[in-house]
């Protein structure tokens, strides 16, 4: 097919055919979540090695690989991102539990909380961990950040406090689809949710509780992304409290799951004390 390329487009010339990468891996399944190996410890991996592919793959891997290789060296506890904290979470979890048999990428799909895992709220999830275990943050993102999610917290409280029946919104806000059947009040957040409505549009009605916050055009952005995923992340909630209950539950490294009174297969037994899974979630 390549040999054919000259003769199909005019002016070409075939230099060098071009050929498969082939690289050899290590099974990830014998690291850590930290991205230690179990067989040698103080030796981390990331990248390639580990059976991904992607520039954004191996720089992730290589941030927590570096990260804990420090902390390591500082007889720290590991750095540890939850599949339900981050993408990272997801791609390291799916490598040292699962495995693969083919390179890896990251794709949305793999992520079930990514109502949640939006790059909107990546400092409200990751920055204070960063800061207070990984000391991997300076002092001036950790303030911007601390000072985005308590202006945050303020405006959603100041959203709740105004309130009106929906024929009043209706009135004030003409141009919003907002149905006059609903016999229940409004909030601003509620009012939020609506595509004709943004901070701007509700700090021209209440500029004495609101202009502030739809100045700081960031912060008037995060609003209206919270307020839209508000319902989808709520119902998710539950779903992320289990799996991090999971993740809690350490499994001891010397487990004899052949002598565990429970009903499990052999075949099973034989998988989980080939693997070692470090908590019940793994």
Request: glycine share 6%; charged share 25%.
């Amino acid at each position: 097919m390549q040999q054919a390329f000259p003769t199909l487009i005019p002016l070409m010339i075939l230099l060098l055919l071009g050929y498969g990468v082939q690289y050899d891996f290590l099974d990830p399944r014998q690291l850590t979540a930290s991205l230690e190996s179990r067989l040698v410890q103080r030796l981390f991996f990331a990248g390639q090695i580990n059976g991904t592919t992607g520039y954004e793959e191996a720089a992730a891997q290589g941030i927590i690989a570096g990260i804990n290789a420090g902390l390591r060296v500082k007889g720290k506890p590991p750095f540890i991102v939850s599949r339900t904290e981050g993408y990272i979470g997801v791609l390291i979890d799916d490598l040292t539990t699962l495995g693969t048999t083919e390179p890896y990428r990251m794709f949305t799909s793999r992520v079930e909380f990514r109502m949640s895992l939006r790059p909107d709220n990546a400092d409200s999830r990751l920055t204070f961990r960063g800061y207070t275990e990984a000391g991997c943050v300076s002092e001036e993102r950790y303030d911007r950040a601390s000072r985005m999610n308590a202006t945050l917290e303020e405006g959603i409280e100041a959203l709740k406090a105004i309130e009106f029946s929906c024929t009043k919104w209706a009135q004030l806000i003409p141009e919003a689809t907002i149905s006059t059947q609903r016999s229940s009040l409004l909030s601003a957040l509620d009012v939020l949710q609506y595509q004709e409505v943004n901070m701007e549009t509700l700090a021209r009605i209440f500029p004495e509780p609101l202009k502030k916050f739809a100045e700081w055009r960031q912060l008037a952005q995060r609003l209206k992304i919270e307020v839209i995923y508000k319902q989808p992340v709520s119902l998710q909630r539950a779903d992320i409290e289990e799996v991090r209950q999971d993740e809690a539950l350490q499994l001891p490294e010397d487990l004899d799951y052949f002598a565990i009174n429970a009903s499990l297969s052999q075949e099973v037994r034989e998988k989980l004390d080939s693997h070692r899974p470090q908590t019940v979630r793994s």
